[in-house]
């Protein structure tokens, strides 16, 4: 469960760095952004990205993570790429679902662990 | 960076991209489907049953072996993994009087062999098949031609594509600007070129870690000079890193231990590891030895050493030195390259890249007809080079789907007694992809497109519909037996055939964009 979580931060992260740019912020989001906004979601997108290499390691140790972790980055983008000229915005919510899934499939892992 | 490395990294990378493409197509491909080696074999041997147990497994293959060669030499058992539903046992008999006793050739089989079912240790005579290995072997080193020169013609492949990766990474200007940018419905050329970007930069990671450790796979072949130079020759490199078990003498009966303890035994020294080969020397007397080969399948590396046991007492005699950290990094590349430890989640990302780079192959092809479609003096009649590219790259394109696809139907519908069956299911791998180049070539390019990607399409998907009608496989018993992976299988191909008709689809909707007349260049212009 916390592989498919990797999955979907990894997709969650490259939607929020894909948003943050100049060039797609009106295809994904309907407007441009202030300068602190697009900071904030780069930041965000990093950050998910970063999240899924700490799932990857937690779920299969550090060697098979980095593996799992490389592979569902590259995954993830293509999704993201393939979909962009057909549904952007689209593709750009389903980020944000990605991310709330994954932050619930591991609160549910948490959960499961404890009791 | 200065514009002409950059110009002259273009061209290197346009040639050598186009030059090998076909076959790194076919490589791509073959290679792709690899990963589900087990799967493939397993569906193309419909008799067959369900994985089993390790333990069941090597316990059914132990009674057979005890009750059909008592007093052979030795013994083989490769053990099933999860993904498999045989076992192959082989035996070496005593020699015949008179027979010289020659040591076994490496890797040699064993003389003897049997193939029995994971579950029941009952002996299966499932179709004469290559199965999946076909499509394994046929990725590193082609067919119709001897072995080793098969694989010096993947390596030379691969060693362009390496270069293609590298020059294609110099020529792209826009890596990460570009990262996220398709734009199918721009101009051909645009379109091509951006999705020719997208699956080559954001899989580059896979591109450049399967092309490069690919090489690895083979270095001892295409660079042996490391090894002859501190050893000799070759042979003596591996007769030191994998030693052969000294031939022992007989001293006499003594009853052959179970081996099902020793299997725990093993698996206890490593950890949990698996074993892979089991094989015994001598079994039935004093000096039986059973040596343990671990699987790969719980680390990076694909070698995973072994251990020998006392077949007697059960006492672990010897295990395989640790490897040195070359060997250990060679077998780290390798490993990855194989993906044998990648769980069913790893295993799709890897295919997914893995299709991902047969993407960036076609269109790379595609790309190149693209480019100069627009420049051609007569478009109407374009000259001999441009048509032989855009017909072999119709006739592979589709061609190599539907010849894999070919293979399968081949295994369904030849008799099962024709000679030479599984020959003739690989045959029937380039008759179809000849077939389809032949296609290519007698119909106007725009309707070649389409029919050859309809037909691959109506290949692919159909097979399911195939397996049911003339084998004991299909969707709706795989799903009543619970057995995922073979339900999965089906779902795939119609999935994969699905793509190939979109892709049919697209190409019938096409509408070339009309590029208005070239102005007559005005001077002013030329001044400027």
Excluded at chain 2, 67 to 85: E, F, L
Excluded at chain 2, 359 to 378: C, E, F, H, N, S
Aim: aromatic share 10%; net charge positive; glycine share 10%.
């Amino acid at each position: 469960m916390i592989q498919i979580a990797v999955l979907l931060l990894a997709y969650a992260g490259f939607v929020a760095l894909c948003a943050s740019m100049t060039k797609h912020q009106v295809e994904t989001l309907g407007r441009t952004l202030m300068l602190r906004e697009q900071r904030l979601l780069r930041a965000a997108g990093w950050a998910g990205l970063a999240a899924a290499y700490g799932c990857a390691v937690v779920a299969v140790g550090w060697r098979f993570g980095s593996v799992l972790w490389v592979a569902a980055i590259m995954v993830a983008g293509l999704a993201l790429t393939l979909n962009m000229p057909y549904r952007p915005r689209g593709a750009a919510r389903a980020g944000g679902v990605a991310a709330l899934t994954a932050v619930g499939l591991l609160l549910l892992v948490k959960v499961l662990v404890l009791a | 960076m200065n514009g002409a490395f950059r110009q002259s990294m273009s061209w290197l990378h346009t040639w050598t991209g186009l030059l090998f493409g076909w076959i790194l197509l076919a490589m791509f491909l073959t290679g792709t489907a690899s990963y589900f080696r087990p799967e493939i074999t397993r569906w193309m041997q419909p008799e067959t049953g369900k994985p089993a147990s390790v333990s069941t497994a090597v316990a059914g293959a132990e009674a057979y072996l005890r009750k059909v060669a008592p007093n052979a030499r030795s013994w083989s058992i490769s053990v099933p993994d999860a993904r498999q539903s045989t076992v192959l046992v082989s035996w070496r008999p005593q020699p015949k009087p008179g027979e010289a006793d020659k040591p076994r050739r490496r890797g040699g089989r064993l003389g003897e062999q049997a193939v029995l079912d994971a579950g029941s240790g009952q002996i299966v005579k499932p179709r004469e098949t290559r199965g999946g290995e076909f499509f394994y072997r046929v990725h590193f080193q082609m067919h119709y031609m001897p072995v080793i020169l098969g694989r010096w013609v993947a390596g030379l492949c691969a060693m362009f594509m390496l270069v293609a990766i590298v020059s294609g990474v110099i020529t792209h200007k826009r890596i990460f600007k570009d990262i996220f940018t398709f734009r199918p419905k721009k101009a051909a050329q645009r379109a091509w070129l951006d999705a020719h970007n997208l699956t080559a930069v954001l899989a580059l990671p896979f591109h450049a870690m399967i092309t490069y450790t690919g090489l690895v796979t083979l270095m001892s072949l295409y660079m042996p000079w490391g090894m002859v130079a501190n050893y000799g020759s070759t042979e003596a490199y591996f007769d030191a890193v994998f030693p052969r078990a000294e031939a022992v003498r007989r001293q006499g009966p003594a009853p052959l231990i179970p081996l099902g303890p020793v299997m725990a035994k093993a698996s206890e020294v490593w950890g949990g590891g698996r074993p892979w080969i089991v094989s015994v020397t001598n079994p039935g007397d004093r000096s039986a030895r059973i040596e343990v080969t671990r699987h790969s399948g719980d680390q990076l590396s694909n070698l995973g050493g072994s251990l020998t046991f006392d077949g007697v007492t059960g006492r672990l005699l010897t295990r395989e030195p640790d490897m040195g950290p070359g060997r250990r990094t060679a077998a780290v590349m390798y490993g990855l390259h194989m993906g044998r430890y990648a769980d069913p989640l790893l295993r799709w990302l890897y295919f997914s890249c893995g299709l991902a780079g047969s993407a960036m192959v076609a269109t790379g092809l595609i790309l190149w007809t693209a480019a100069r479609r627009q420049k051609l003096p007569d478009p109407d009649r374009p000259h001999f080079g441009f048509r032989l590219v855009e017909r072999l790259n119709i006739g592979t394109v589709a061609g190599v789907p539907a010849g894999m696809a070919a293979v399968l139907w081949a295994n369904r519908l030849l008799p099962l007694d024709l000679a030479e069956r599984a020959a003739w299911e690989v045959h029937g791998f380039f008759i179809a992809w000849g077939l389809f180049i032949a296609w290519a070539v007698v119909r106007p390019a725009r309707k070649a497109w389409v029919e050859t990607l309809a037909a691959a399409a109506f290949l692919v998907a159909a097979l399911p519909l195939v397996s049911a009608l003339t084998s004991r496989r299909n969707l709706v018993r795989s799903l009543a037996d619970g057995d995922w992976a073979m339900a999965v299988f089906d779902v795939t191909l119609v999935a994969l055939g699905a793509t190939l008709a979109f892709c049919a689809l697209k190409a019938k909707r096409y509408k070339p964009t009309v590029k208005p007349k070239r102005k007559a260049v005005q001077p002013v212009e030329v001044a400027a």
